[in-house]
């Protein structure tokens, strides 16, 4: 690599470099103020039903709770139906 390739080079990693860190910081910047809370007469509480629990669970007790929209396919299936469409395999019928 000539010299005046090498220094073409260096500028163009340098550049993207300075873009991705001060991408980064920008983010951060960003993300990281505190999110402004809406004024008391705005919050809007879920009617959320519970449970009044007369024993305490024995043992290590883990409660998860998994919501589907309608038209959902998992990121699972979907990686499963491309690869059958290169394959030939009988993929989503869509």
């Known amino acids: ?43 809007e509480e879920k009617n959320v039903s519970t449970k009044e629990i007369t024993e305490h669970p024995k043992g290590f007790y883990v409660e998860t709770i998994v919501t589907y929209r309608e038209d959902f396919v998992p990121v699972t299936e979907r990686i499963l139906n491309y690869l059958k469409s290169w394959t030939g395999g009988p993929g989503s019928e869509s």
Do not use: C, H, N
């Not at 470099?17 to 993300?31: E, Q, V």
């Open 1 to 43: 690599m000539r010299p005046e390739q090498a220094t073409a080079w260096y500028r163009r990693m340098s550049a993207v470099y300075a873009a991705g860190a001060w991408t980064l910081l920008g983010s951060l910047f960003l993300f990281g103020r505190k999110k402004v809370s809406p004024p008391d007469g705005e919050i």
